[in-house]
T-cell receptor, first 112, second 117 residues
């Protein structure tokens, strides 16, 4: 079955360390996205990518970085510059304009 | 900038009853899409229903239907015959056009729905 795989499900890191969240899709979708979810704030867009080797900042990109070397992969790095990294992170993909986003199961990152 | 407002942080409904979740949005666009997503305790985001702004007919998916009022910028979700499995966070989302094929969804803050016996 086609879908989006995020790994790991839970991630723990010490403050000051960079950490990379994995996102892989086999839906052959062109566009991929990273959202952050915090209690009471809905989902906020971090980065998105329309094609390989291209990506754009979303609403809250500071302290994050991404790469898109392959169509199926869009990893997110949470750097030590992100002031409040503990959150639930969701990866998504889409193909056509106005089409619903398909979401992965998310990664819960805890930084202490 | 587009904004999506869900004014009901929490709601409760008894099994088999009907409940309506509210959503308003702000946009200057004429052609756009609106969505309702459900997030159960598993935290998986599940598409519930999709509405195209240029279609006047309200979208329906089984027990889920919307009341789309374009002039009022309102997009409420009605759940009929509520079931225990409907317990979840519900997010209203607005699709804004970007360049190319990318679609940016702007989400509301969500409504937590509890279905009780």
């Amino acid at each position: 079955d086609g879908g989006i795989t995020q790994s790991p499900k839970y991630l723990f890191r010490k403050e000051g360390q960079n950490v990379t969240l994995s996102c892989e899709q086999n839906l052959n979708h062109d566009a991929m996205y990273w959202y952050r979810q915090d209690p009471g704030q809905g989902l906020r867009l971090i980065y998105y990518s329309q094609i390989v080797n291209d990506f754009q900042k979303g609403d809250i990109a500071e302290g994050y970085s991404v790469s898109r070397e392959k169509k199926e992969s869009f990893p997110l790095t949470v750097t030590s510059a992100q002031k409040n990294p503990t959150a639930f992170y969701l990866c998504a993909s889409s193909n056509d304009r106005g089409s619903p986003l398909h979401f992965g199961n998310g990664t819960r990152l805890t930084v202490t | 900038a587009q904004t999506v407002t869900q004014s009901q942080p929490e709601m409760s409904v008894q099994e088999a009853e009907t409940v309506t979740l509210s959503c308003t949005y702000d946009t200057s666009e004429n052609n756009y899409y609106l969505f309702w997503y459900k997030q159960p305790p598993s935290r998986q985001m599940i598409l519930v229903i999709r509405q195209e702004a240029y279609k006047q007919q309200n979208a329906t998916e089984n027990r889920f239907s919307v009341n789309f009022q374009k002039a009022a910028k309102s997009f409420s979700l009605k759940i009929s015959d509520s079931q225990l499995g409907d317990t979840a966070m519900y997010f209203c989302a607005y699709w804004a056009p970007l360049t190319g094929t990318a679609s940016k969804l702007t989400f509301g803050t969500g409504t937590r729905l509890q279905v009780t016996l």
